[in-house]
């Protein structure tokens, strides 16, 4: 790359906006800075990514229940979340692509499988200068391993980078499609009428079949069984490492109602969830005193101001 091209990447809210902006020529130069500096930066380890711990609430006898099949209902919530998985990684792969090139792809591509639109946008990177091997390796800074796992009434979600050389400009984008997926999990879980608590940490661990290992598994499952409302928040190591992450309308900044140790974090929004919840409010019964707190806490947060 010319020595004397001096390419300021702008902050990654700001990028697709700044990156639009520039000339042809400018934009052309600030590829061939993100190809360089794509081989440069580095993930502290190979096993460094999200982890997401949520449980049911309630779900303790609630097999009592004979107008439900809770069951049928859980299961469920694991076949929609996976399709809902499928397609945000999609969504994921797009963005990536845009934020680095400024171009969009067709429409059609979003009906593609995976593999279909992975060759796509190796197709276009292929199209800016750069060779077949390249355009893969830069391709693989995009991609994310994520597995969603079910345990009794535990789900369990983990993604990662597949490359260990990962684009920190792409960070956010990764801890988004994270994020998105959990939200999607409480969502799911309000539409078959179960109501779910959660916590997301950031940091090293190993998977195999569904046997978990590490610090930031050992992190999420302490924190999520704290939670003493009806969400998933980050955990100290998440929120230490994204101070500054903000996405509208899907985290806000708050502190979370929690048994004990208590802190300011981010917080994955959905209010618009609102009606769901407040017509659960409204069947149960009876509201026992431990699971009467978690609703009352639920909606005085519903009810507070949102700070994003």
Known sequence: MNEKLKVKIPPNSKFLADFNNLSESKRKELVEAMFELASKDVTESKNLGFVTFSDILGWK?????????????????????????QKTYKEHLIQCFQLV????????????????????????FTVLNKSRIESEQFFSKFEIDFTLDLISDTFVITSRPKSIRYHMVMVDEALTFHLKIARQLVIECLKARLLIRGATSYGDFQKQESVFIGPAIDESASWHEQGEEIGIFLTPSAYMNFLNFRRKGLVELRTPKLKKNTFETLFIN?????????????????????????YLNTLNYLNSKINE
């Open 270 to 294: 959905w209010r618009e969830e609102e009606a769901r919840f407040q017509s659960i409010c409204k069947s149960e019964s009876p509201l026992i005193p431990e699971i009467a707190s978690k």
């Open 61 to 85: 006898g609630i097999w009592r229940d004979k107008d439900r099949n809770p069951l049928r209902d859980i299961l469920k919530i694991k076949r929609d979340l996976e399709e809902f998985i």
């Open 101 to 124: 090139t400024g171009e969009k792809l067709v429409e059609k591509s979003m009906a593609d499988s995976v593999s279909k639109l992975k060759e796509v946008i190796i197709e276009e």
